[in-house]
C-alpha cells in the first residue's frame, strides 16, 4: 500500500467512524436525536403501554384456555416488540405490556378487539372455529395474466384442516362466511376442496385491507373472547438511574479494552482500537435502523459480540506474531497471519451466528430479542476485525510504522502437560457441579426451592398504590421499596408508574392475606393513604412456560445445529461431542452458581446462560482449529497428547486476552449497576471465567480421550 493510498484509507476510516459516532450521539439536523437515543427500549429501561383484557362468556376460565390465549397473544404482539411481555392477573384477566409505545389507543386499534371468529355456512352451519386457524397473514399472487393482487393467506391446525376438507367437498361454488363477534367480514366461495390446510382469501384487496382482514382472523382465533378492561402507560422498571450506569459501564470498560489492546499489542492494538470504535457506532446505528429493542438481555448480546470482535483481533495478532518469529518480514507476516486466522474467526462465528438463527425464528420474547442483538454484534464484528483492521493495519505499515518492535514477537513456550492433568481438572469440574446440585437439592427439601425463581418465572402479586403525589423512581426507590421489601421479607420487588397519574405498580412474590393487609396498613401510615387507594391482584410469571418451553426447544436445536457444523468442518464427531460437553459444563456450573447464591433467575437468567453457550463455544472453536492446523503438521515423533499440549499453550494469550477483555467490560458494569444489573452481571462473570477455564482444561483433554478410547490408538 503507497503513503497516499495508506493517508486515504485511514482518514476515511476515521471520518466514516466519526460520522457514526455522531449521527449515534446527535443526529444529522439541529433537533434530531441521536440514533444512539431513538434505540427502542424494553420495558425495564423505559416502560411502555399496559392493557389489561378481561374474559367475558365464563366466569372462570380454564387454566388451558388462558395459557393457550397468553401464549398466542404473546407470540402476536411480537410484531410490536420482542420484549413485550404477557401475563395473567387474576383469575380472568391477561396484562399486555409493550415497550417503546405511547399511544395504548393506536395499539388497541391495531390489535383488534379479540372476539369470536366462525365459518359459517349459507344455511349457517358452523364448519370451523376460531381455534381450528393456525396463522392468518397478507400476502400477494400473480394470476395467469400477470396480474398482481393481494391475498390472505390461512394455515389451518390438524383438526381444522379436516374439518375445511369435509366442509369445502360439500360446498364447491358456494359461499363459507368469515363471522367475527356477529358480523360477516368476508364471505369467498370455494372454488375447490381444499384438503392440506392451506388456502388462500382472495378478492379486490389493497394491502392494507387484507392485512387488516389476516389481523382480524387471527385475533379471532384466541381460546378466549376478551374485552379491555384498562389501559395506561407505565414507566421503565429500572429507571433512568439503571440506564444512565449501563451507559457509564460500557464507556469505561470500553476504554479499558482499548487500553489493555494498545498495551499489549502496541500499533496492532491501535488498529483495533480504531476497528472497536468503529464497530460502536455501526451498532448502535444499525440497532436503531432495524429497530430492534434493547434490554438488559440484548446488552448480554452486545457484550458477547464485542467480546468476539476483541477475539478475532487477538487471534489474528497472534499469528502474526507468530509468523514473526519464523524470520517473515511484517508485511509479510500481517498478509500471512490474517490468512490462517481466519478459519478459526469464521467458525467461530458461524457457529455462534447458527445458534443466533436458531434462537431467533424458534424463541419467544427476550429470547428472540437476544438472539437478534446476537447475531446483529457478530456480522458487525467479522467485518471490523477482517476488514476495518486489516486496511488499518496496512495503512499503518504504509506510513513508517515498519519496525518489529512496534508489533512484537511471539515467544515460543514450554507446553503445558494440560492432558496429562485432565483427571485433576474432570474431578474439580464434577465436584463443583455434584456439590452444586446436593446444596440446591437440600434447599428444595427445606421448602426454599432448588433456584430463587423471579416475579417473571413464577409470578406473584402486583399492587397497585395511588399516592398523593408525583414520586419519581428515585425516590419510589429510596421511600417506598424498603417499605416492601421488610415486610415482603424479599429483594425481587419490581415498581413502575403510571404517566400522568401518581399511581405505582408494586410486584412481589405471592402474598397471602395477612401479608397484603400488612402492607397496606404500612403504605397507609407511612404516606398518608386512604384504604381505597390501594389494590391487589395475583399474576402468572411474564415468562410463561410455553416460552420457557419455547426456549429450551430452541438451544437444543440450536446445540443440535452447531454440533453438525462443528462434525462437517473437523470432519470428525468427537470435535463436536467434546465440544458440546464442554458447553454443557459451562451451562451446569453457572446453574448451580445460580442456585448457591440465590440470584433471582428471571429474563436475564435466560439471557445469561444463552451468552455462556455462544461463548463457551466459541473459545473451543479456536483451541479445536489449532489442534486441527497442527495434526496435519505433526512429525513422526510428536504423540497426540503433545500436540493437544501444544494447540492449547500456543492459544493460551487469545484465551487469556479474550476472556480479560471481556470479564472487564461485564465487570465494570457489576461494579456501577444497581442491584438488578448487578444480579445479571454476576453470573455473566462467573461464566467468562468458567468458559475461559473448560476451553483450556477440559475441552482438549476431553477430545484427546475420545480420540484415545472411542478411535484409533494414539498417534505416534
Not at 410484531?79 to 380472568?92: F, I, K, M, P, R
Not at 470504535?277 to 429497530?291: A, C, H, R, S
Not at 515460543?412 to 469440574?429: H, N, Q, T, W, Y
Request: overall charge negative; proline content about 1%; aromatic content about 8%.
Amino acid at each position: 500500500m503507497k503513503k497516499t493510498r495508506a493517508v486515504i484509507t485511514l482518514a476515511l476510516t476515521v471520518v466514516i467512524t466519526g460520522l457514526l459516532l455522531y449521527t449515534s450521539a446527535a443526529g444529522w439536523g439541529a433537533g434530531k436525536a441521536g440514533s444512539a437515543e431513538q434505540i427502542r427500549l424494553g420495558l425495564d429501561l423505559a416502560g411502555g403501554v399496559s392493557i389489561t383484557y378481561q374474559a367475558v362468556g365464563e366466569e372462570d376460565p380454564s387454566a388451558e384456555d388462558m395459557a393457550d390465549t397468553i401464549y398466542k397473544l404473546q407470540k402476536r404482539v411480537e410484531a410490536y416488540s420482542t420484549e413485550a411481555e404477557v401475563y395473567q392477573e387474576g383469575s380472568d384477566r391477561i396484562n399486555i405490556e409493550i415497550p417503546g409505545v405511547t399511544d395504548a389507543n393506536e395499539i388497541l386499534s391495531e390489535l383488534g378487539k379479540p372476539g369470536s371468529l366462525y365459518f359459517q355456512t349459507m344455511d349457517g352451519e358452523t364448519v370451523l372455529e376460531g381455534t381450528d386457524v393456525a396463522d392468518a397473514q397478507a400476502g400477494s399472487v400473480t394470476d395467469e395474466y400477470e396480474n398482481h393482487q393481494y391475498v390472505v393467506e390461512l394455515t389451518l391446525t390438524d383438526e381444522g384442516t379436516e374439518k375445511f376438507a369435509e366442509a369445502t367437498s360439500a360446498n364447491v361454488g358456494s359461499q363459507i362466511a368469515i363471522v367475527y363477534d356477529g358480523e360477516t367480514i368476508s364471505a369467498p366461495t370455494v372454488q375447490t376442496a381444499i384438503t392440506d390446510g392451506r388456502c388462500q382469501i382472495s378478492g379486490d384487496f389493497t394491502y392494507e385491507e387484507a392485512d387488516q382482514l389476516a389481523s382480524t382472523i387471527r385475533i379471532g382465533s384466541l381460546s378466549l373472547e376478551l374485552q379491555e378492561l384498562r389501559s395506561n402507560v407505565v414507566g421503565a422498571k429500572l429507571g433512568s438511574e439503571a440506564i444512565e450506569t449501563s451507559l457509564l459501564a460500557g464507556v469505561i470498560g470500553f476504554a479499558v479494552v482499548v487500553i489493555l489492546m494498545l498495551a499489549v499489542y502496541r500499533v496492532m492494538g491501535l488498529a483495533s482500537g480504531i476497528a472497536l470504535t468503529t464497530y460502536v457506532g455501526l451498532v448502535l446505528v444499525l440497532l436503531n435502523g432495524f429497530e430492534m429493542t434493547l434490554t438488559l438481555p440484548g446488552i448480554a448480546g452486545i457484550i458477547l459480540s464485542i467480546g468476539m470482535a476483541v477475539d478475532a483481533n487477538v487471534i489474528i495478532f497472534a499469528r502474526i506474531r507468530e509468523e514473526i518469529a519464523t524470520g517473515k518480514t511484517v508485511k509479510s507476516a500481517v498478509k500471512v497471519g490474517f490468512q490462517k486466522a481466519l478459519s478459526a474467526i469464521v467458525d467461530g462465528n458461524v457457529t455462534t451466528l447458527i445458534a443466533a438463527f436458531v434462537l431467533a425464528v424458534k424463541g419467544s420474547g427476550s429470547v428472540k430479542g437476544f438472539a437478534q442483538t446476537l447475531a446483529l454484534g457478530i456480522v458487525v464484528s467479522m467485518f471490523t476485525a477482517l476488514v476495518v483492521t486489516k486496511q488499518v493495519l496496512n495503512a499503518l505499515y504504509a506510513l513508517g510504522i515498519q519496525d518489529v518492535k512496534w508489533y512484537g514477537t511471539f515467544r515460543e513456550r514450554k507446553p503445558i502437560d494440560f492432558v496429562g492433568r485432565r483427571r485433576i481438572c474432570f474431578a474439580l469440574s464434577l465436584a463443583v457441579i455434584v456439590a452444586g446440585f446436593v446444596y440446591m437439592g437440600v434447599r428444595a427439601g427445606s421448602g426454599d426451592g432448588a433456584l430463587a425463581y423471579s416475579l417473571e418465572f413464577q409470578g406473584g402479586t402486583s399492587t397497585t398504590v395511588e399516592f398523593n403525589e408525583d414520586l419519581s423512581i428515585q425516590e419510589i426507590d429510596e421511600q417506598v421499596v424498603p417499605i416492601v421489601a421488610e415486610i415482603v421479607g424479599d429483594n425481587d420487588i419490581q415498581t413502575q408508574k403510571v404517566t400522568g397519574t401518581n399511581q405505582v405498580i408494586i410486584k412481589t412474590k405471592e402474598l397471602d392475606l395477612e401479608k397484603r393487609q400488612e402492607l397496606d396498613e404500612r403504605l397507609e401510615s407511612e404516606f398518608g393513604l386512604e384504604d381505597t387507594a390501594i389494590t391487589a391482584e395475583s399474576i402468572s410469571g411474564a415468562v410463561s412456560r410455553e416460552v420457557r418451553n419455547d426456549a429450551v426447544v430452541s438451544v437444543i436445536i440450536a446445540t443440535i445445529c452447531m454440533l453438525v457444523y462443528i462434525w462437517i468442518r473437523f470432519k470428525d464427531l468427537r470435535f463436536a461431542t467434546s465440544a458440546v460437553l464442554a458447553l454443557v459444563h459451562d451451562v451446569l456450573v453457572v446453574l448451580v452458581f445460580y442456585g448457591a447464591a440465590r440470584i433471582s433467575v428471571g429474563n436475564t437468567f435466560i439471557a445469561c446462560m444463552l451468552t455462556i453457550v455462544g461463548y463457551s463455544i466459541n473459545a473451543t472453536i479456536v483451541i479445536f482449529d489449532r489442534v486441527r492446523e497442527n495434526m496435519a503438521e505433526m512429525k513422526k515423533k510428536d504423540t497426540l497428547e503433545e500436540v493437544v499440549n501444544a494447540s492449547i499453550t500456543q492459544t493460551l494469550s487469545r484465551s487469556i486476552y479474550t476472556s480479560l477483555t471481556t470479564f472487564v467490560m461485564v465487570a465494570v458494569l457489576y461494579a456501577l449497576g444497581v442491584a438488578s444489573i448487578k444480579e445479571f452481571a454476576l453470573p455473566l462473570m462467573v461464566g467468562i471465567a468458567c468458559g475461559a477455564y473448560s476451553s483450556v482444561c477440559v475441552t482438549g483433554p476431553l477430545w484427546y480421550v475420545m480420540k484415545t478410547r472411542l478411535g484409533a490408538k494414539e498417534t505416534k
